[in-house]
């Protein structure tokens, strides 16, 4: 006789495995990188209207600064990607030669960056007590 309740194929069902916390966190870093790749291209008529004016070399650095993090966006699935988050945060940090307002974004993000690195290595610790 069969039970009424469990609906069919129920007992054929391998568990699921536990979720992967690291799977997750890349998709953070790279919305991160996303992130900051639009508010450097925002930062474009901002630089132009109250900045010191859109020179050549300051359109080159935002536009290749954004570029510059949506490709890194791809590369969230590598092992050294974290760092090499964390050390592309010198370049918007030199903003200031730019505007001191790009640079100010390159403060803020290089804080969001500092409080990932600080979460991963809290999930790292956890993982390894076997929490």
Do not use: C
């Amino acid at each position: 006789m069969t039970n009424p309740q469990a609906p069919e194929g129920a007992g054929d069902q391998a568990p699921t495995p536990p979720a992967d916390p690291w799977k997750s966190f890349r998709g953070v870093m790279a919305a991160t990188l996303f992130l900051e790749a639009i508010v450097m291209l925002l930062a474009i008529p901002v630089v132009g209207a109250v900045g010191g004016g859109l020179t050549p070399v300051a359109l080159s650095y935002l536009i290749g600064l954004a570029v510059l993090l949506i490709l890194l966006a791809g590369l969230q699935g590598r092992p050294w990607a974290i760092w090499m988050n964390l050390g592309v945060q010198v370049l918007p940090l030199g903003g200031f030669a730019v505007y001191s307002g790009v640079g100010f974004i390159g403060v803020l993000f290089a804080a969001v960056w500092a409080v990932i690195a600080y979460l991963r290595y809290e999930v790292r610790l956890r993982q390894e007590h076997g929490q």
